[in-house]
Structure formats: structure tokens, C-alpha cells
């Protein structure tokens, strides 16, 4: 399995942009589809977004962040991110990476690695 390692959370206000970055090593990066998911305190996790693997020509988010947020990746660099953009209190969470050979595992949240998350705070 690929080992993947979170950065770039962080406190912001409402209305800022921040960036998440996913490192993967231990694997093939360019094969694995990656994704990102969140879970607030109380709250279950949640997808957010994923991205196919090799090209990363396909995507898809979660109703609450399209047009908000951004996931790219990077095979060059084993990096995925996640732009986010015109944040809100509401997303504000632990922000966890994914990594499968399957884009569906990303989709329904049974990865087969997951990173040890990030937390983003957004203050209103």
C-alpha cells in the first residue's frame, strides 16, 4: 500500500483560499486514483473530491465544494492537491488524502490508504 502525508491546513478566515498537498511514496503514484475526504467533530466523514489516475483528466466533487475547490495532481512530484477556495465555517474540518487503484473506492470512502490528515479551521 502507498503511504500518503497531508500538509497545508491550517486557520483562515471566511472567504480565504488555502491549499492541501498529499504526498504518496511506497507506490506507483501515477496509477493509484486520489481523492480527498473531510470529517468535522460530530459529524461523519465525507467525500469532498477525486481525481483518476494517470492523466487525472477526470473529476469529480461533492455538491457542497464544486466551483469552490480543485483537485489536480502531479505524477512528476507523487503529489495530489486540493485548492479550496471561498471558504467557509462549514468546511471546516480534518481533511484526510486517499489513495486506491479504484476511482469508486475513492468515491465511496473505502480507500485503500488513507493519510493521517489535516486540520483546516475556518473562522467566520
Known amino acids: 500500500q502507498v503511504q500518503l502525508v497531508e500538509s497545508g491546513g491550517g486557520l483562515v478566515q471566511a472567504g480565504d483560499s488555502l491549499k492541501l498537498s498529499c504526498t504518496a511514496s511506497g507506490g506507483t503514484f501515477s496509477s493509484y486514483a486520489m481523492g480527498w475526504s473531510r470529517q468535522a467533530p460530530g459529524k461523519e466523514r465525507e467525500f469532498v473530491a477525486a481525481?483518476?489516475?494517470?492523466?487525472?483528466?477526470?473529476?469529480l466533487y461533492a455538491d457542497s465544494v464544486k466551483g469552490r475547490f480543485t483537485i489536480s495532481r502531479d505524477n512528476t512530484k507523487n503529489t495530489v492537491y486540493l485548492q479550496m477556495n471561498s471558504l467557509k465555517p462549514e468546511d471546516s474540518a480534518v481533511y484526510y488524502c486517499a489513495a486506491d487503484q479504484s476511482f469508486h473506492n475513492i468515491v465511496v470512502l473505502t480507500p485503500g490508504s488513507w493519510g493521517q490528515g489535516t486540520q483546516v479551521t475556518v473562522s467566520s
Open positions: 481525481i483518476i489516475r494517470r492523466s487525472g483528466a477526470s473529476t
